[in-house]
Each structure stands twice: as C-alpha cells, then as structure tokens.
Nanobody, 123 residues
Framework: QVQLVESGGGLVQAGDSLRLSCSAS????????VAWFRQAPGREREFVAA????????IYADSVKSRFSISRNNPANQVYLQMTSLQPKDTAEYYC????????????????WGQGTQVTVSA
C-alpha cells in the first residue's frame, strides 16, 4: 500500500500563493487517483480537488475552481496543489488521499491518507 506525506503548508497573507506537495512511497503512485481534502476546526472534511491516474481528468470544488490547480508527476511519485489568491476561508488542514478506484470527490472512496499540512491565511 502507498504511504502519503504532505508538505508545503504555512502562514500566508490574503492574496498570496502556496504550492502543496503530496509525496508517495511504498507503491507506484500511478496506480492511484489522488485528491486533496481540507478540514477547518469544527467543520467536516471537504473535497478540494482530485486528479485521475494519468492526469486526464481533474475535478475541483466550486469554491476553488478558478484559484487552485492540481497536477501530478508520476515518475517522481508526487501530486501538487497550486493555490493562488488565497483567502482566510481557505485556512484549514490540507490532506492528500489516494484511491485505487476511479477519480471521485467522494471522501468515502479514499482509503489512504496523509497526515496533513496546515495552511493559514491571514486577512
């Protein structure tokens, strides 16, 4: 089974950009569709973006569609989330997750999770 580790989070100001990385080990990442989810304190985990095994399909939450971009580098076993025009409402713990199933926004379909990376956006 693949293991996932997120990195790239931090404290930024509104309007700034960040790129999160999800690094995989233990199994080839191109076996998996990968997604990013986020969870703010007191709120449920919510879908952000997902990418299919060969990057031919990307799915986005409406709240990030024009600002975030998901991509992957399979030979490097990496998935990225480029975030631009960050807003305080984007503040959350961000998690990457993987599934052997078809790419989806359904959190229940993802069975491998990283430990998360914190993104904090100040006004």
């Amino acid at each position: 089974q693949v293991q996932l580790v997120e990195s790239g989070g931090g404290l930024v100001q509104a309007g700034d950009s960040l790129r999160l990385s999800c690094s995989a080990s233990g199994r080839a990442l191109d076996d998996y569709a990968v997604a990013w989810f986020r969870q703010a304190p007191g709120r449920e985990r919510e879908f952000v973006a997902a990418i299919s095994r060969w990057a031919n399909t990307q799915i986005y939450a409406d709240s990030v569609k024009s600002r975030f971009s998901i991509s992957r580098n399979n030979p490097a076993n990496q998935v990225y989330l480029q975030m631009t025009s960050l807003q305080p409402k984007d503040t959350a713990e961000y998690y990457c997750a993987a599934t052997l199933r078809t790419v989806t926004r359904d959190v229940g379909k993802y069975n491998v999770w990283g430990q998360g990376t914190q993104v904090t956006v100040s006004a």
